[in-house]
């Protein structure tokens, strides 16, 4: 089950990693698209996966989760996906985004503590409140210092550009999905402990279920299809033209991106579903909060941002948090043991 795990997290890190990167190309040039992307990433799961289910019904394997059970997570997916791509629209940079988001493990401690009534060890609480840090800390580094960049590629000041009033509801957005991730997270842990564990079948009818809900937002939809349409294609070197099919090189640019962004969310989302179903989701949310922090360091890197003393105490936080969050974990499991056992 390690090994299961350790791959699982790899698939996740370069996965979700890329498809963050690309999604900060497609947002430098259309930051309100947030609603076509989801619309196009769950349906791509709904098509992909559904002559496996098929299948399974053929075979007389039908759904092991009732129907209704389905109904909580979908509703909570749906929202979660929508108000998550919303809040960029609203002058929310992704480094700021992501602070939001690495906090996500504070809250699904709670929530757990609140609605599963379980308690966390001492070495657990320093763990969730070092990662939390560490996160929050290279995450703010990387949002000024890519703000400071803007203020001094263009001689302008950012805040000047942005709103107060659509800022501030960009972060209501930010915590409605702090929450909303944490909850969803509580939600399929208990659908599994009711029913088992089945990730394909809670991925394909999350996904599925949710895509009749866009039809009210049809018209931003084909809006972002047209802006897509109009992006300018890449402009290769003679040696490249060489190499790459000619067609590609008079596809938008932004077309590009929206494919790399699709086909990596597909190694992201099946490997976060398949972490959960053989582990907690305290354990899942820890996991996707250090998969947030390396992806932030290799936006820094890629994007050539500069690695300040913060980021380097942000990795001191963050390992060190992994540290004391496995030893409270097996601290933990050995109380259980011992529990059963006598």
Known sequence: MEFKLFFLFLQILSGCGINNIA???????????????????LSSI????????ISKYLQGKGAKIPFKSFLPLVGTFFLLSITNNIA??????????????????????????LILNE??????????????????????????????????????????????????????????????????GVLQEI????????????LYFSHSLSVPLFIPFYKNIYSHIKIFNKSKPFIFSDEMISIIPSFISQIPRLWIFFFINILTYHFCIRGVYQISSITDSLTTTFMLSVRKFISILISVLYFRN????????????????????VIGKMENNQKKEIKKSN
């Open 23 to 41: 999604l900060e190309f497609i947002l430098k040039l259309d930051s309100k698209c947030g609603i076509f992307l989801t619309f196009f990433e």
């Open 46 to 53: 709904a098509i992909v996966n559904l002559p496996r289910i």
């Open 88 to 113: 960029y629209a609203f002058s929310i940079p992704v480094p700021l985004h992501m602070i939001f988001r690495s906090a996500s493990l504070i809250t699904n401690a709670l929530l757990r503590f």
């Open 119 to 184: 308690k966390i060890n001492l070495k657990q609480l320093f763990a969730l409140i070092f990662v939390s840090f560490g996160t929050f800390t290279a995450s703010f580094s990387s949002y000024r210092l890519s703000k400071q960049q803007n203020i001094n590629n263009n001689n302008i000041i950012i805040e000047s550009e942005q709103k107060p009033g659509n800022f501030l509801i960009g972060v209501f957005f930010l915590f409605v999905v702090l929450f909303m991730s944490a909850f969803l």
């Open 191 to 202: 659908t599994y402990k009711k029913y088992g564990r089945y990730p394909e079948e809670v």
């Open 306 to 325: 500069v690695f300040t003393f913060y980021h380097w105490i942000s990795t001191i936080l963050v390992f060190s948090g992994s540290i004391f969050y």
